[in-house]
């Protein structure tokens, strides 16, 4: 019992370690998918971009560290989610809040959004989302006051400071109805990001860019995401906030607040998205048509990423509801084909294992009785020798008289036989057991042999 209670726990060992793994790399492709748009904010807000987002990264490692030991969990910075939580949230953020804002944020995120529900592995809400959204309804004003692209020569001004300058996001023109025009410089001014807005979020190329690695690396987690943004595109098409073109108002909707951001760091997320393909496309569209009915009614500017918590909190029934049909079916009984055969593998070699240990206890149990019995016999062996009665040569006269002069110290005849028969009955050893009883206790019993066989000769 004991070695299978050992292979049982080696097995949960080695999940652990595979899912520790799986994860990860997950979180290594997430975090190589966000260096663009945090090389374009250091490109663009300078030296505070990347404090913001080296202070967010320090404040994560912290916090979990200290509410692991508080609340008596594992800890798993090593895993990097803690560290894409904190990049996360820091590019969401415009760049001239203050620094304690999104540090707050990060806070939230760690320890009452992530760890209370376990790890990485067992998320039940988004734990970046969960930040942004508590810091934004903490503090609106500050999280949408985004700064005018500062010059090569200024300084970026802090949110309260005198020289600090709001500009107009996209998501604010199209809360007011307001469109960007048809001049060409102001669609290169999206591409390359150069427009108010979060600090890592306005730069399509690089959201581009990061959807194409998704394709690539993540293709799951792509599903969802161009599912999420294709229902955006159609709704942003079909109820347009800007009277101009169609077109502008898709492009206005797709480039501005945190939709792209969230299309490819948030709702893809593999850990709570659905596990079935056609799950994983629903899931994405009700997303989509969530984040643009709160952008369209919110009274706030931004509020996609509370439709990403609106997703987490329903992402099970997906997989559960929806039906089975097509290709999907096909590719659902192929898995349960392989999954029976391995049980059978695996209940098979189960079989010999335990045909093995019951081998081996009853191998064992013969091994006891065995020397159970020579035991046994090894102590009834020395209590006989220890028990056996070996007369003393003290207790044998020196001399047997011989002459028959001296009558008084001679042994008659009949007493002589007497005296052997009562020796007989009492099984005195003979005078050959006598001998070797002395050879084996070293005692020298010549003299006595010699007397013996004279004082036999005289009898005679």
């Given at each position: 019992?004991?070695?299978?209670?050992?292979?049982?726990?080696?097995?949960?060992?080695?999940?652990?370690?595979?899912?520790?793994?799986?994860?990860?790399?997950y979180m290594f492709d997430m975090l190589l998918l966000?260096?663009?748009?945090?090389?374009?904010?250091?490109?663009?807000?300078?030296?505070?971009?990347?404090?913001?987002?080296?202070?967010?990264?320090?404040?994560?490692?912290?916090?979990?560290?200290?509410?692991?030991?508080?609340?008596?969990?594992?800890?798993?910075?090593?895993?990097?989610s803690s560290i894409i939580t904190a990049v996360s949230?820091?590019?969401?953020?415009?760049?001239?809040?203050?620094?304690?804002?999104?540090?707050?944020?990060?806070?939230?995120?760690?320890?009452?959004?992530?760890?209370?529900?376990?790890?990485?592995?067992?998320?039940?809400?988004?734990?970046?989302?969960?930040?942004?959204?508590?810091?934004?309804?903490?503090?609106?004003?500050?999280?949408?006051?985004?700064?005018?692209?500062?010059?090569?020569?200024?300084?970026?001004?802090?949110?309260?400071?005198?020289?600090?300058?709001?500009?107009?996001?996209?998501?604010?023109?199209?809360?007011?109805?307001?469109?960007?025009?048809?001049?060409?410089?102001?669609?290169?001014?999206?591409?390359?990001?150069?427009?108010?807005?979060?600090?890592?979020?306005?730069?399509?190329?690089?959201?581009l860019g990061g959807l194409i690695y998704m394709l690539?690396?993540?293709?799951?987690?792509?599903?969802?995401?161009?599912?999420?943004?294709?229902?955006?595109?159609?709704?942003?098409?079909?109820?347009?906030?800007?009277?101009?073109?169609?077109?502008?108002?898709?492009?206005?909707?797709?480039?501005?607040?945190?939709?792209?951001?969230?299309?490819?760091?948030?709702?893809?997320?593999?850990?709570?998205?659905?596990?079935?393909?056609?799950?994983?496309?629903?899931?994405?569209?009700?997303?989509?048509?969530?984040?643009?009915?709160?952008?369209?009614?919110?009274?706030?500017?931004?509020?996609?990423?509370?439709?990403?918590?609106?997703?987490?909190?329903?992402?099970?029934?997906?997989?559960?509801?929806?039906?089975?049909?097509?290709?999907?079916?096909?590719?659902?009984?192929?898995?349960?084909?392989?999954?029976?055969?391995?049980?059978?593998?695996?209940?098979?070699?189960?079989?010999?294992?335990?045909?093995?240990?019951?081998?081996?206890?009853?191998?064992?149990?013969?091994?006891?009785?065995?020397?159970?019995?020579?035991?046994?016999?090894?102590?009834?062996?020395?209590?006989?020798?220890?028990?056996?009665?070996?007369?003393?040569?003290?207790?044998?006269?020196?001399?047997?008289?011989?002459?028959?002069?001296?009558?008084?110290?001679?042994?008659?005849?009949?007493?002589?036989?007497?005296?052997?028969?009562?020796?007989?009955?009492?099984?005195?050893?003979?005078?050959?057991?006598?001998?070797?009883?002395?050879?084996?206790?070293?005692?020298?019993?010549?003299?006595?042999?010699?007397?013996?066989?004279?004082?036999?000769?005289?009898?005679?």
């Amino acid at each position: 019992m004991s070695e299978k209670a050992n292979e049982l726990k080696e097995f949960e060992i080695s999940a652990e370690r595979l899912a520790f793994t799986d994860t990860r790399k997950y979180m290594f492709d997430m975090l190589l998918l966000l260096t663009a748009p945090a090389i374009m904010a250091w490109y663009y807000y300078g030296a505070r971009a990347l404090w913001l987002i080296c202070i967010c990264v320090i404040t994560s490692i912290l916090t979990e560290s200290i509410t692991a030991a508080v609340i008596k969990t594992k800890s798993h910075i090593s895993d990097l989610s803690s560290i894409i939580t904190a990049v996360s949230i820091a590019l969401c953020m415009p760049a001239s809040v203050q620094w304690w804002i999104p540090c707050l944020a990060t806070i939230f995120a760690i320890a009452v959004v992530k760890l209370p529900f376990g790890d990485s592995r067992s998320l039940l809400f988004l734990p970046s989302a969960g930040g942004i959204a508590f810091v934004t309804i903490c503090f609106p004003e500050e999280i949408f006051a985004y700064p005018v692209i500062p010059q090569p020569v200024d300084s970026l001004a802090v949110f309260g400071s005198e020289n600090f300058v709001s500009g107009e996001s996209i998501t604010y023109m199209l809360s007011q109805g307001n469109s960007i025009g048809v001049n060409i410089v102001n669609y290169i001014d999206i591409a390359v990001g150069n427009v108010p807005g979060p600090m890592g979020t306005t730069c399509a190329v690089a959201m581009l860019g990061g959807l194409i690695y998704m394709l690539f690396r993540r293709p799951k987690g792509a599903v969802v995401s161009v599912s999420f943004l294709t229902a955006c595109a159609l709704f942003a098409a079909a109820f347009p906030r800007v009277g101009t073109s169609r077109t502008i108002s898709v492009i206005m909707e797709l480039s501005g607040g945190l939709l792209f951001f969230s299309a490819l760091a948030f709702v893809s997320n593999e850990t709570i998205a659905p596990k079935r393909f056609i799950s994983r496309i629903c899931y994405g569209v009700f997303g989509g048509l969530t984040a643009m009915l709160l952008r369209r009614y919110s009274p706030l500017e931004e509020s996609t990423v509370f439709a990403v918590l609106l997703m987490n909190s329903v992402s099970t029934v997906f997989d559960s509801k929806l039906p089975v049909i097509g290709l999907e079916k096909k590719h659902l009984i192929k898995q349960l084909e392989e999954a029976k055969e391995e049980q059978l593998r695996l209940e098979k070699e189960l079989e010999e294992v335990e045909k093995a240990q019951r081998a081996e206890d009853e191998l064992a149990e013969l091994s006891a009785k065995i020397e159970s019995k020579r035991s046994a016999m090894v102590q009834s062996i020395s209590q006989s020798i220890q028990s056996q009665a070996i007369p003393e040569l003290e207790d044998i006269p020196d001399e047997i008289p011989l002459d028959a002069e001296d009558e008084s110290s001679a042994v008659p005849d009949e007493s002589k036989e007497q005296a052997q028969e009562e020796y007989i009955d009492d099984d005195i050893p003979t005078l050959q057991d006598i001998g070797e009883l002395a050879t084996k206790y070293e005692l020298d019993v010549l003299s006595f042999d010699e007397k013996s066989q004279n004082g036999g000769d005289s009898d005679e």
